[in-house]
């Protein structure tokens, strides 16, 4: 016989796993240490390969508006000014990278937690209801078998 209560929660937990799973899914992969590092490095990368990029067009830009002025010391004077930019701008990304992270595992955990509650909810569904099938004592006729099978 099936029970509504139970079809019912069985199918607002698919409804959760379809809605939330990708959303904790990485939470069951990998530890919170290993998650927030993992992050960062593609933070530290994404990151520098975005100023590589846009320090690369302003240096372009530099060079070509001084025109037949080249003159190397300040085109030495721009690189290092651009890189003392790059390492502020680096440790901050990486910085907010991780912390963005660290919220994103902390709401999986919450998601992981309520997946959790509802199974163990449907457990004890399954369990009261064979709690309610069970027999409550064995009738007679099976007892007088096992006697005989015992001799």
């Known amino acids: 016989m099936i029970n509504e ?11 959760f796993e379809k809605n939330y799973s990708h959303e904790y899914e990485p939470m069951l992969r990998y530890k919170k240490k290993e998650y927030i590092a993992l992050h960062g490095w593609a933070g530290f990368f994404g990151g520098t390969l975005l100023y590589l990029v846009i320090f690369a067009l302003v240096m372009l830009e530099f060079i070509s508006s001084m025109g037949d002025e080249f003159k190397l010391s300040e085109v030495v004077l721009f690189i290092a000014i651009g890189m003392l930019i790059y390492a502020a701008y680096i440790v901050l990304h990486v910085h907010f990278t991780r912390r963005k992270a660290k919220n994103t595992y902390k709401e999986g955990s919450k998601l992981i937690k309520e997946r959790k509650l509802q199974y163990d909810k449907l457990l004890s569904m399954y369990e009261d209801e064979a709690q309610a099938t069970r027999p409550t004592r064995i009738p007679a006729r099976y007892t007088r078998l096992e006697e005989q099978d015992m001799e």
């Open 5 to 15: 209560d139970r079809v019912k929660h069985m199918t607002r937990m698919a409804i």
